[in-house]
């Protein structure tokens, strides 16, 4: 039947499809025009069809493919860019709208009707396909032509929705304009609201006038204008700036300060820096506040000056608490703003008070609280969190290992003479300080303890002894403690001329252990004795500074054991001393303690022992996994291993490496003198 089909020229099958053109034209153009019924449809479709499948030189594929994009051309040319070229603005722009709603109509029906080009011509030769061959034409025709002005009319209707009139036709210049005015005319805290609502609204401004893709360029265009732009000027207003805004403490205005500038390239990073500045100058302060107290108390008691110096740690925990907020709400837990506060803290923390370290001074405060009678009056939870809050402190402390001597002083003090409050406080901390500072930190403090627990159980064998051996009696009331020599600090033993009665009992005692152990020797520390001055220094074999502190603490403080002549509250080589047998108070048991040693001194030259066996450790460690190692290398690697404890002096390192090579455990090369080998 195909074979009897009537073949179709180019002209008479073109004036077919040309008519079906003109009615989806008038379709598109005015609202009268009947619609497609199915048979017109079919009609065109399958006139394309026929003149498609026609045996050559009738099969007009390629023509009917050029035609197509002719009607789209032809249509646009005619009657598409004269209603554009005609009207302006909002108008233009309205009319861009229908006639690109018309376009996108008009290639879906035209597509339909030359289908058959799809599905088969267009493939086999790999053509564009005739939607995009009608929607390019719009592009290439109309969007050329009409781009700049689209643009400008769209910033016009832009603008006049700003400010209610025509103003800049650029954003840029527009905010530039807003910002070189809102700068000299406004505070930082309300140019800061005007931005953020520009911001705002110019993001709902692409949702209705632009493609979302716009957004983030535009909005970048105005962060530049108002807050790159003038970001130093803003920040460091003189009344009402960064500084001004942490002074005053406002929050709300700080939190939208980072909102803003976390949203511009190394926006945070001035903001930070004036964060560092300003928490490192109130630290600052309340050093010299502390400084200033403690000069003022000079002439009074020791104790008021130790009052003042606890005041200032409580106050340096109260300034990190609050910062620290600042961190995690204002500033949204930025890491930016953790190592601005960790800078700060280190600058102040690091400094003395009154010629007391801050680790001396961190390890008092942890003493005060810990201890029974101390100045602080805090509730089990309260003393948990105060340390917590101390120890946070102590990671800004360069000189940790310093912090440790004296806090294993005092820890000391506390255990030996029963000062401690509480024994499940001393594990806890003991617990965070091993967690912050590792094993090593608190190894021999953990030691102490466990030796204290020890000590009690030994006594009460002691006494279970005494109870069984009724022929072995001290004669009086005898309670030992017995140490492991490492864990605690170093206490003076003395060949003392003991009096007949408390030689009883140190060989009962000394019976007693022995039945425990062989293999253990017993020192004996006598912190404390009885007895008149140059006599007594001979009698005891004391120096002239222990029997001081002796005779002032049984003569001249509370309770007076001794009498003295003359009547002083000091003690000289002159003085005679006798039994005061008046002496009665109504406690069966009293305590008698010791002037407080100055163990300042000896604290720093243990430290610095130590420091000096720390250093040789890490070399040979390094040496020893190297063999061979420049200078500079070995003194980096040994500054890295020993930083977590405290911050190693070059030149320290250096004479150490000296030490070690006249110790033949490395050596120097011959041809290169900064080149070191470890000697196995």
Request: hydrophobic share 35%; with cysteine; net charge neutral.
């Amino acid at each position: 039947m195909n074979n009897e089909r009537k073949t179709i020229d180019l002209e008479q099958g073109w004036d077919f499809m040309q008519k079906g053109i003109t009615k989806l034209k008038n379709i598109l153009d005015g609202p009268t025009e009947q619609h497609f019924s199915s048979e017109d449809y079919m009609m065109l479709y399958t006139t394309i069809y026929n003149m498609c499948t026609q045996k050559p030189p009738h099969d007009y594929s390629q023509q009917l493919y050029e035609k197509y994009r002719e009607s789209f051309e032809e249509y646009i040319t005619s009657t598409v860019l004269p209603s554009l070229r005609e009207k302006h603005g909002e108008f233009m722009l309205r009319e861009l709208v229908r006639r690109w709603s018309n376009h996108k109509v008009m290639v879906r029906w035209l597509s339909r009707f030359f289908h058959y080009l799809d599905r088969y011509f267009i493939t086999r030769r790999s053509l564009p396909a005739l939607k995009e061959v009608g929607l390019t034409c719009f592009r290439d025709l109309v969007y050329q032509e009409l781009h700049g002005k689209v643009r400008d009319a769209v910033i016009s209707l832009i603008d006049q929705e700003r400010e209610g009139e025509q103003i800049d036709r650029d954003t840029s210049a527009y905010y530039s304009r807003k910002a070189s005015s809102w700068i000299l005319e406004d505070s930082c805290p309300d140019y800061m609201l005007k931005a953020e609502e520009c911001l705002k609204r110019e993001k709902d401004r692409v949702s209705h006038y632009l493609h979302f893709s716009s957004e983030t360029k535009l909005l970048e265009k105005v962060q530049n204008e108002l807050l790159s732009m003038y970001a130093t000027q803003l920040l460091e207003k003189e009344h009402s700036g960064c500084h001004a805004l942490l002074r005053d403490d406002k929050v709300d205005d700080l939190s939208r300060m980072y909102r803003l500038f976390s949203k511009i390239p190394h926006g945070l990073d001035p903001v930070s820096s004036i964060f560092k500045q300003h928490v490192a100058a109130e630290g600052t302060a309340l050093v010299k506040q502390a400084e200033d107290a403690a000069s003022n108390k000079k002439a009074e008691k020791r104790d008021v000056v130790g009052l003042q110096e606890q005041v200032f740690v409580r106050k340096v925990i109260e300034l990190h608490d609050k910062y620290m907020a600042y961190v995690n709400d204002c500033f949204m837990n930025h890491t930016l703003f953790h190592k601005a506060l960790k800078e700060a803290f280190e600058i102040f923390c690091n400094k003395g008070v009154s010629g007391s370290s801050s680790a001396e001074l961190l390890a008092t405060f942890c003493d005060n609280i810990l201890k029974k009678g101390g100045s602080e009056k805090l509730s089990d939870e309260a003393i948990e969190d105060t340390l917590e809050k101390a120890f946070k402190l102590l990671a800004y402390i360069s000189d940790k290992d310093l912090f440790a001597e004296f806090y294993r002083k005092k820890l000391a003090r506390r255990l030996l003479f029963d000062k401690s409050a509480n024994d499940e406080h001393e594990r806890s901390i003991l617990t965070k300080l091993k967690q912050q500072c590792g094993g090593q930190f608190t190894s021999k403090m953990e030691g102490m303890v466990t030796d204290l627990t020890l000590a009690k159980e030994n006594q009460s064998h002691f006494e279970e002894y005494l109870g069984h051996n009724t022929n072995v009696n001290p004669g009086i009331d005898l309670t030992v403690t017995v140490l492991t020599t490492g864990f605690w600090p170093s206490y003076k033993s003395f060949d003392l001329n003991l009096p007949i009665e408390m030689v009883k009992c140190v060989e009962v005692f000394k019976e007693y252990y022995e039945t425990k152990t062989k293999h253990r020797k017993l020192t004996w520390v006598y912190s404390l004795d009885r007895l008149s001055y140059q006599e007594i220094k001979t009698q005891l074999n004391l120096s002239d500074d222990d029997v001081i502190r002796l005779l002032h603490s049984l003569s001249c403080a509370k309770y007076k054991i001794l009498t003295k002549e003359p009547n002083t509250k000091t003690i000289s080589p002159n003085d005679y001393f006798e039994f005061n047998s008046k002496f009665t108070d109504k406690m069966r048991r009293i305590k008698i303690p010791l002037p407080p040693m100055d163990e300042k001194k000896k604290v720093i030259e243990d430290v610095d022992k130590d420091r000096r066996y720390a250093i040789d450790a890490s070399i040979v460690r390094i040496m020893k996994s190297r063999k061979v190692l420049g200078y500079q290398q070995l003194v980096m690697e040994c500054v890295e291993q020993l930083g977590r404890m405290f911050k190693p002096d070059v030149k320290a390192i250096k004479k150490r490496i000296e030490d070690l090579i006249t110790r033949d455990y490395l050596e120097r090369d011959k041809d290169n003198p900064n080149l070191f080998r470890y000697l196995a």
